[in-house]
């Protein structure tokens, strides 16, 4: 298995553009968690998707910010508009449940809004 | 107070030296993970515990659930280790996403 792959690995963008990250989980995993990753709040959860369903996004901090699972092998979370405070490393990750407590990351994408 | 502490949070080390990484919680947890991130890439698993003790290759990890705190021991360290080193729990009864991580300890592992 590929893993959890995500893209891009780098984005830079201005303030104000919509930027959209990517996720492909591993094959028949049932969960899928968006972290966001900053310096002075280390990693974070943002939003979690079980089969495909938003189950708790208490962790988006704005309007600004959305996050869709349209099928069980693709998910996007995007940002309009982006904002300077929004440069961080966001990672996807990936669990099933039948292994509760195995989660598998991705590599990441670390974006900078300038 | 951070529900999940690590300690040291930066640490050197010299090529061979046994490492201790330490990691408490004041939560009632159902697991305890331990990932490693090395510069600029991903998020590795490198152990997942509930109780007692796990080994793989030379690092070790250890959890006391009464004193609600877990180490991570790198035996015969070796500069590809470098890395940080984070320490999350699955908060028992709390939501099923989530992960309380801790802030990650840096290791630098001198040649």
């Known amino acids: 298995d590929a893993g959890v792959i995500q893209s891009p690995r780098h984005e830079v963008t201005e303030m104000g553009q919509e930027v959209t990250l990517r996720c492909k989980p591993i094959s028949g995993h049932d969960y899928l968690f968006w972290y966001r990753q900053t310096m002075m709040r280390g990693l974070e959860l943002l939003i979690y998707?079980?089969?495909?369903?938003?189950?708790?996004d208490s962790g988006m901090p704005e309007d600004r910010f959305s996050a869709k699972m349209p099928n069980a092998s693709f998910s996007t979370l995007k940002i309009q508009p982006s904002e300077p405070r929004d440069s961080a490393v966001y990672f996807c990750?990936?669990?099933?449940?039948?292994?509760?407590?195995?989660?598998?990351f991705g590599s990441g994408t670390r974006l900078t809004v300038v | 107070k951070n529900e999940v502490e690590q300690s040291p949070q930066n640490l050197t080390a010299q090529e061979g030296e046994f490492i201790t990484i330490n990691c408490s919680y004041s939560?009632?947890?159902?697991?305890l993970h331990w990932l490693q991130q090395h510069p600029g890439g991903g998020i590795v698993s490198l152990f997942m515990?509930?109780?007692g003790k796990k080994k793989h290759g030379r690092l070790i990890a250890t959890i006391n659930i009464q004193e609600k705190h877990s180490s991570l021991h790198i035996t015969a360290s070796h500069p590809r280790d470098s890395a940080v080193y984070i320490c999350?729990?699955?908060?028992?009864?709390?939501?099923?996403?989530?992960?309380?991580f801790g802030k990650g300890t840096k290791l630098s592992v001198k040649p």
């Open positions: 998707f079980n089969n495909n369903v938003p189950i708790d």
């Open positions: 999350a729990v699955k908060n028992y009864g709390g939501s099923q996403g989530n992960l309380i």
């Open positions: 515990l509930s109780s």
């Open positions: 939560v009632g947890i159902s697991a």
């Open positions: 990750a990936s669990r099933t449940r039948d292994f509760p407590y195995g989660y598998t």
